[in-house]
């Protein structure tokens, strides 16, 4: 059974810094795309940044230079390194992954970027 377990949300000022992770298990990202999507009341959840199989990044033009998805195969868990945070980021950050074309998804994890 996949299960994904994000952490590393809360409250920042505007132009400060988060580290979400998601710990992964019944996959192994190292083989598996991995995700991260967020989420506002009222809107679609959106693709923030993504990670192929052989570890080629790609984000959303409105993150681009400020997050930076990564993983650690040997703890099977993927991250989003956050910077410069804004207030347009606040949501709820979920971690994806697909497994046998079924789509998995973490519980979330809250960011509020305000001062």
């Known amino acids: 059974q996949v299960q994904l377990v994000e952490s590393g949300g809360g409250l920042v000022q505007p132009g400060g810094s988060l580290r979400l992770s998601c710990v992964a298990s019944?996959?192994?990202?190292?083989?598996?795309?991995m995700a991260w999507y967020r989420q506002t009341p009222g809107k679609e959840r959106e693709l923030v940044a993504g990670i192929s199989r052989g570890a080629i990044p790609n984000y959303d033009d409105s993150v681009k230079g400020r997050f930076t998805i990564s993983r650690d195969n040997a703890k099977n868990t993927v991250y989003l390194q956050m910077n410069s945070l804004k207030p347009e980021d606040t949501a709820v950050y979920y971690c994806?992954?697909?497994?046998?074309?079924?789509?998995?998804w973490g519980q979330g994890t809250q960011v509020t970027v305000s001062s």
């Open positions: 019944g996959i192994i990202v190292s083989i598996n795309a």
């Open positions: 994806n992954t697909a497994k046998y074309s079924t789509n998995y």
